[in-house]
């Protein structure tokens, strides 16, 4: 199993959820978040210059997913909330230990 965390524009949130929607992920948890990339917060053209990085508005999903889907929700997320701009966000996947449903007390696959 795999955690996907992704970090989008909240302006993609709608497109993105509708994407993986469509492809039958299970669940996500979505919260918002602020951070900053390479930029730092600004505009491009700042790139490099010692200016105080400032934490712009980001969305962050969490995803839960069985390997054999695990590839296909990134390159939703991917395509879904790609503008082509900076600040587009990122996509981190993690090996994923253990889940459990907490109602039925099922495991890993099961409880995804
Ligand atoms: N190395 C990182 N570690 C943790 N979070 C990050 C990292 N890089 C980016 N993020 C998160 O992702 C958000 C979006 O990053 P962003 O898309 O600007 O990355 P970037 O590397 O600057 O790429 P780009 O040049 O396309 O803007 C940041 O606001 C931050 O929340
Ligand atoms: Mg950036």
Redesign the pocket.
């Known amino acids: 199993m795999q955690l996907i965390i992704a ?1 989008i524009k909240p302006a993609k949130l709608a497109d993105v959820r509708d994407a993986l929607n469509d492809i039958g992920c299970k669940g996500m948890t979505v919260t918002d ?7 730092k ?1 600004h505009d ?1 053209l700042y790139r490099g210059a010692k200016y105080r990085a400032e934490f ?1 508005p ?1 969305i962050r999903l969490d995803i839960a997913a069985v390997n054999e889907q695990s590839q296909q929700i990134v390159d939703t997320i991917q395509k879904a909330s790609h503008t082509g701009s ?5 996509i981190f996947v993690l090996s994923l230990e253990q889940v459990v449903r907490i109602r039925t007390s099922e495991t890993d696959e099961q409880a995804i």
């Open positions: 970090i978040v602020k951070g900053f990339g390479q930029q917060g491009e712009l980001k900076t600040g587009d966000g990122k």
